[in-house]
């Protein structure tokens, strides 16, 4: 029997259940104060990274600044382990988006001790904030944000394709601006014309190096047309999927082995891992 097939068996426990239905939940007067609670927790611990990276305010406040985001660290690694505990499978959890986004909101501060810095890449607790349409029945933006991620998934083929034409043809732009401009026009490698023509189909157009002969700058002006021209080939693509998506409305329910959110109403198991919810 696999790993995740004896977690899935494994006796619910009427403390799990409990715990599981405070931290998943969002129905319950108890499971919408811990998540409201969190929400906030989450803000505050990103306010006191933003606080900190800011030299007069990290002078003044900077050991409270820091003891602060301990704090903060010790409470969510609980939360984090909390989470893995109630749940059937902890594993098929920790394997989700939300469970990289939990792991990932508390290994920063942890690996400042070894690599100096690292605590500024806290700001990805921001990511728990997706949370927040869960917490207040928001259930048309989890409607569409399943679209997008249907629209994403169904339009991954060709906004590959499309790329590779793209790093193709900025190569190609590169290396011909670098053979026609050279070295002494700033083109010192092809590189730096590939760089140049990602900018310039890109239509930011930096300014830092442009062509200065008659050749390089016609080859300019077709790569700003062309430019223009394939910004609406992604968009396109996307808008399509999106609307071809047709989505029922879904829960804010949490299957408790893996949880998983984003079940239709009339569901009675995961679409995640099969689980009875």
Known sequence: MSEDSEDENRPTTPWRERVHEIIFEADTPEGKAFDVGLLIAILCSVAVVVAESVE?????????????????????????????????????????????????AVLPMYLSLFVGGTHSLIVIRTLRLLRIFRVFKLGRYLKEARTLLIALKSTREKITVFLVAILSAVLILGAMMYLVEGPENGFT?????????????????????????????????????????????PTGIFSAEILTARQKDITTRSCATCGGEGHDHDANHCKFCGSRL
Not at 81 to 94: E, F, I, T
Not at 195 to 208: M, N, Q
Request: one cysteine or more.
């Open 56 to 104: 007069e305010v990290r002078v003044r406040f900077g050991v409270y600044l820091l003891a602060a985001e301990w704090l903060f660290t010790i409470l969510f690694t609980i939360e984090y382990g909390m989470r893995l505990a109630c749940v059937r499978s902890p594993w098929r959890y920790a394997c989700s988006f939300f469970g990289w986004v939990d792991l990932l």
């Open 189 to 233: 490698n092809i590189p730096v014309g590939v760089y140049w023509a990602i900018v310039t189909l890109t239509t930011v157009g930096y300014g830092d190096i442009h062509p200065k002969t008659a050749v390089g700058q016609i080859l300019a002006a077709l790569a700003m047309i062309l430019g223009y021209s394939i910004i609406i080939v």
